[in-house]
Nanobody, 115 residues
Framework: QVQLVESGGGLVQAGRSLRLSCTTS????????MGWFRQPPGKQRELVAT???????NYADSVKGRFTVSRDNDKNTVYLQMNSLKPEDTAVYYC?????????WGQGTQVTVSS
């Protein structure tokens, strides 16, 4: 069973950057497709970005050109580099691991962007 621990959230001004990290344990990381999701206040959880075990990436339209997802299989870690942050990016960000349809979620990390 894979375990996920997110880090890197915080309070930041609009236009600035943050990098989230999600470190995994308990499984062979390189076999998992990984994703970042977020849940804004009062809204449903939504997809932010995904990266397959082969390195193929996918982004929500709202973050294309600003966010970059990457992975380091040697460190069992997936990253989300967030640039040009906007107040509407404020949310709890969750890491997701997916293998053969079985999903595991992290506990989430809060990102707050002030205007």
């Amino acid at each position: 069973q894979v375990q996920l621990v997110e880090s890197g959230g915080g309070l930041v001004q609009a236009g600035r950057s943050l990098r989230l990290s999600c470190t995994t344990s308990g499984a062979i990381f390189s076999r998992y497709s990984m994703g970042w999701f977020r849940q804004p206040p009062g809204k449903q959880r939504e997809l932010v970005a995904t990266i397959t075990y082969t390195g193929t990436t996918n982004y929500a339209d709202s973050v294309k050109g600003r966010f970059t997802v990457s992975r380091d299989n040697d460190k069992n870690t997936v990253y989300l580099q967030m640039n040009s942050l906007k107040p509407e990016d404020t949310a709890v960000y969750y890491c997701n691991a997916n293998r053969l349809g079985r999903e595991t979620w992290g506990q989430g990390t809060q990102v707050t962007v002030s205007s």
